[in-house]
């Protein structure tokens, strides 16, 4: 069973250009997480999805920001227009179920955006 | 929301040495308290946690103490070794949310 897999590791883009990034959960977890960890900062929480649904976004700015669980395939974290600031590792967690509920989520290798 | 703050930021400890972590939260409702370790570059990876039912919990050289009347938690290593060096987080589950609200981490480093 693969862990939690997120791709790019790396990924630089231009100011103005858009970011995609991609996590693919754990087998048989339906319930995915994306943080956001600036340098020497802690974890901060952007949104929770779980399938077709966004379950909470209130860690999420509100422009430019998106993010989507389809039915089939990986979620995706995608960031229009990107700006400096938004540099910073993005990373991706999946439960089979809530958080706390006697489950643990686990992390994937995570996304280092650089903008440039 | 909750608030999470962690102690100390950075901590350096001879190896064979202890090392404590502390965490205070301010959302008393909140019921489960897991810690991270995250080495350079890597995932954070679960390494304990407790929930709030329970006052301690042990395992092997790591256990993490809660006291919900006062509102907070601490990691405890002991007989530290070079290995343990990483970022350490805790994390906070509230009674209402949905998801964890994490501690700003604390930098070990074991020294040999």
């Known amino acids: 069973n693969a862990g939690v897999m997120q791709n790019p590791r790396h990924l630089v883009r231009r100011r103005g250009q858009e970011a995609r990034l991609r996590c693919s959960p754990m087998k048989g977890h339906s319930h995915v997480y994306w943080y956001r960890q600036l340098p020497e900062e802690g974890l901060k929480f952007m949104v929770y999805?779980?399938?077709?649904?966004?379950?909470?976004e209130s860690g999420m700015p509100k422009e430019r920001f998106s993010a989507e669980f389809p039915k089939e395939g990986p979620s995706i974290l995608r960031i229009q227009q990107v700006v400096r600031g938004d540099s910073a590792a993005y990373f991706c967690a999946s439960s089979p179920r809530r958080q706390g509920t006697n489950t643990e989520a686990f992390f994937g290798q995570g996304t280092r955006l650089t903008v440039v | 929301g909750e608030n999470v703050e962690q102690h100390p930021s950075t901590l350096s400890v001879q190896e064979g040495d202890s090392a404590v972590i502390k965490c205070t939260y301010s959302?008393?409702?909140?019921?489960?308290f897991p810690w991270y370790k995250q080495e350079l570059g890597k995932r954070p990876q679960l390494i304990i946690d407790i929930r709030s039912n329970v006052g301690e919990k042990k395992d092997q050289r790591i256990a993490v103490t809660l006291n919900k009347t006062a509102k907070h938690f601490s990691l405890h290593i002991t007989e530290t070794q070079p290995e343990d060096s990483a970022v350490y987080f805790c994390?906070?589950?509230?009674?209402?949310?949905?998801?964890?609200?994490f501690g700003s981490g604390t930098q070990l480093t074991v020294l040999p």
């Open positions: 999805l779980q399938k077709e649904n966004i379950i909470d």
């Open positions: 959302d008393s409702a909140s019921n489960y």
């Open positions: 994390a906070v589950l509230s009674g209402s949310a949905r998801q964890l609200t």
